[in-house]
């Protein structure tokens, strides 16, 4: 019972911290099932050990390498578009950012995924390749396009040990084309970059007919513990070594993306029960919540 109620706890003060540190954040009854609060205990070594502010949006002079990206843009967007033009900013089987690619909102071109080998980066965009190894605290960079008329919603990205550099290089540049974060708005523009906590909730819109190619990075966030920062560096290569993809070939592909095309199916259906059995849904919803509560009861006891 002690154990349990150490559990309720934590899963209650994650809920306080979000909300503190936040002004803008989802109403409570869905941020109670939304997987953020189960991550801050996770995250809340990164934000005491942050070098960096634990604001929303950075400054870019914490991570002065980034400038080599800006003054460097106009190649790396070359190769975005010729990619783009040749249909490899694509959607893709990655589990973890499946919901965006529904109705072809979104699509990408992965670069480069800690060191798990992608061949087609190398070979397809060696010149941004050569930019983003000069910078050893990139492990994590892919080009994403956001199509015409299309949006990203309210989301929380899970991991604080990682602040989010985003390079803009064929936008719209226009006020219709922004990311929100926390509440605040931020526009598009070529060659300009974006530094900011993804953990915080954040949406993109683009409501103009032209897509939004940016790169989009994701960098270590500097921690006064070095066996801090090793630890979350081992877990973030080996988490993301289960859903790498190449851009070409799908065989080379981590073990969480190849099980996507079943995943999807099961949600397909969990959207059909809600739409057309809403009551049953929420049934099944709330006996699965009760199921894993039990189970971990018996195990801890």
Sequence with gaps: MYILTVILLVYFFSI??????????????????????????????????????????????????????????????????????????????????????????????????????????????????????????????LFACLNPGRKLKDHHDPFAYTVRYSLGLSTPNSDKCAIVVDGDSYTWEDGKGILFDETFLHSTHNETDKPRIILMTDVDRPLKSTFIQKLYFMFGRFFNSFFYIDNVDSKKSGFGNKITPYLNKYRKFQKNLKHNHNSVYKLVKLGLLIFFIFIIYIILF
């Design 16 to 141: 306080v911290i979000i909300r503190l540190r936040c002004k803008n954040f989802f109403k409570l009854r869905k941020q109670l099932s939304d997987f953020s609060v189960f991550m801050v205990p996770f995250n809340l070594p990164a934000y005491l050990l942050s070098k960096v502010p634990t604001t929303s949006k950075i400054s870019a002079e914490y991570f002065p390498e980034l400038n080599e990206l800006e003054h460097n843009w106009e190649t790396i967007r070359d190769e975005a578009l010729q990619l783009f033009e040749n249909g490899y900013i694509s959607i893709k089987e990655d589990l973890p950012a499946s919901s965006f690619y529904k109705d072809g909102r979104w699509t990408s071109f992965y670069l480069k995924v800690y060191d798990c080998d992608i061949p087609s980066a190398r070979e397809l965009a060696p010149k941004t390749m050569e930019l983003l190894n000069r910078i050893p605290n990139i492990n994590l960079a």
